[in-house]
């Protein structure tokens, strides 16, 4: 997740009130910050062993032993989703060379047919030539069949109309709006507060996670819709992580803080001292032996 402004501002949100009608009330009893070791989260699975947003990534998020894995989901011109960070298809796959007339290589102007006849490996390496795009139904499986836990971005959702409503029906259609998934197996994050809000009207059960730093002064208007504050690392420290953990998110905890991207042991002991809940990272084994020391 490369660091960039907060989608929404909070007078944005403030637009939003009439959606909530009462404000989260700060919770006075809050946990300790650090109470317990912080989860690792694979990064676009286990990204920095295998190429991201594929189901090899996912295999290896899974064979060292990660439980929580985190992907972006867009749409394809054809109404599919599809597991793809960058807007554009040119840096992790071959688009370039097989549509070399469809710059600027949009996500949003493929088709999913089209997508599917890309390489997405061997940028990589040469070990994973011929990795496929994964549709958001062929990850879920992925996931599924591993029995891990999905942190799921709406990437730039501005661009997609009605993706909210379209990924929780993929979600549903693949059982994955449960009530086994719901508590503890999935959480729908974004950088776009609006949309998180629409997540969370949609499918109130559904844990959501904003991605960015609000300023402690509107962490209750975010507490309305979400239930985590997910901040690049850069921006992380213990005083804002206790002023999160201080506020009840939607489902009446306090406010969790899963922080991106650390893919270092010093990185991640400083998150842990923080208080921080999850770390996100692209070498997530190295996050968990450090915060187990």
Do not use: C
């Given at each position: 997740?490369?660091?960039?402004?907060?989608a929404v501002t909070a007078g944005a949100l403030l637009g939003m009130s009439a959606l909530f009608s009462t404000a989260a009330p700060a919770f006075a009893d809050s946990r300790a910050a650090g109470e317990?070791?912080?989860?690792?989260?694979?990064?676009?699975?286990?990204?920095?062993?295998?190429?991201?947003?594929?189901?090899?990534?996912?295999?290896?998020?899974?064979?060292?032993?990660?439980?929580?894995?985190?992907?972006?989901?867009?749409?394809?011109?054809?109404?599919?989703?599809?597991?793809?960070?960058?807007?554009?298809?040119?840096?992790?796959?071959?688009?370039?060379?097989?549509?070399?007339?469809?710059?600027?290589?949009?996500?949003?102007?493929?088709?999913?047919?089209?997508?599917?006849?890309?390489?997405?490996?061997?940028?990589?390496?040469?070990?994973?030539?011929?990795?496929?795009?994964?549709?958001?139904?062929?990850?879920?499986?992925?996931?599924?069949?591993?029995?891990?836990?999905?942190?799921?971005?709406?990437?730039?959702?501005?661009?997609?109309?009605?993706?909210?409503?379209?990924?929780?029906?993929?979600?549903?259609?693949?059982?994955?709006?449960?009530?086994?998934?719901?508590?503890?197996?999935?959480?729908?994050?974004?950088?776009?507060?609006?949309?998180?809000?629409?997540?969370?009207?949609?499918?109130?059960?559904?844990?959501?996670?904003?991605?960015?730093?609000?300023?402690?002064?509107?962490?209750?208007?975010?507490?309305?819709?979400?239930?985590?504050?997910?901040?690049?690392?850069?921006?992380?420290?213990?005083?804002?992580?206790?002023?999160?953990?201080?506020?009840?998110?939607?489902?009446?905890?306090?406010?969790?803080v899963f922080t991106w991207t650390v893919n270092d042991a010093a990185g991640a002991r400083a998150a842990a001292d923080a208080g921080v809940d999850g770390i996100i990272s692209n070498f997530p084994d190295?996050?968990?032996?450090?915060?187990?020391?």
């Amino acid at each position: 997740m490369p660091i960039r402004p907060i989608a929404v501002t909070a007078g944005a949100l403030l637009g939003m009130s009439a959606l909530f009608s009462t404000a989260a009330p700060a919770f006075a009893d809050s946990r300790a910050a650090g109470e317990g070791a912080p989860v690792p989260v694979a990064h676009r699975g286990a990204s920095g062993y295998a190429p991201e947003n594929t189901l090899a990534a996912v295999d290896k998020a899974a064979e060292l032993g990660i439980e929580w894995v985190e992907n972006d989901v867009q749409r394809t011109r054809d109404g599919e989703l599809v597991v793809m960070h960058d807007t554009t298809l040119d840096r992790t796959t071959d688009a370039e060379e097989v549509f070399p007339d469809r710059a600027p290589w949009n996500v949003a102007d493929f088709t999913a047919d089209e997508i599917a006849r890309l390489d997405a490996g061997s940028w990589f390496g040469e070990g994973y030539a011929g990795a496929k795009v994964p549709t958001l139904k062929q990850y879920l499986d992925r996931v599924s069949a591993h029995d891990q836990k999905l942190l799921l971005e709406l990437k730039k959702p501005e661009l997609y109309p009605g993706i909210e409503g379209e990924t929780l029906k993929e979600l549903s259609n693949e059982g994955w709006l449960d009530g086994r998934h719901v508590k503890d197996r999935l959480v729908i994050q974004s950088f776009n507060a609006e949309s998180v809000a629409r997540v969370h009207m949609r499918k109130p059960a559904v844990k959501t996670g904003f991605l960015g730093t609000p300023d402690t002064s509107d962490l209750r208007k975010y507490g309305r819709f979400t239930d985590q504050i997910n901040p690049s690392h850069t921006t992380v420290s213990k005083d804002y992580v206790d002023a999160v953990h201080d506020v009840r998110g939607a489902h009446g905890k306090p406010l969790e803080v899963f922080t991106w991207t650390v893919n270092d042991a010093a990185g991640a002991r400083a998150a842990a001292d923080a208080g921080v809940d999850g770390i996100i990272s692209n070498f997530p084994d190295v996050v968990r032996d450090a915060v187990a020391e």
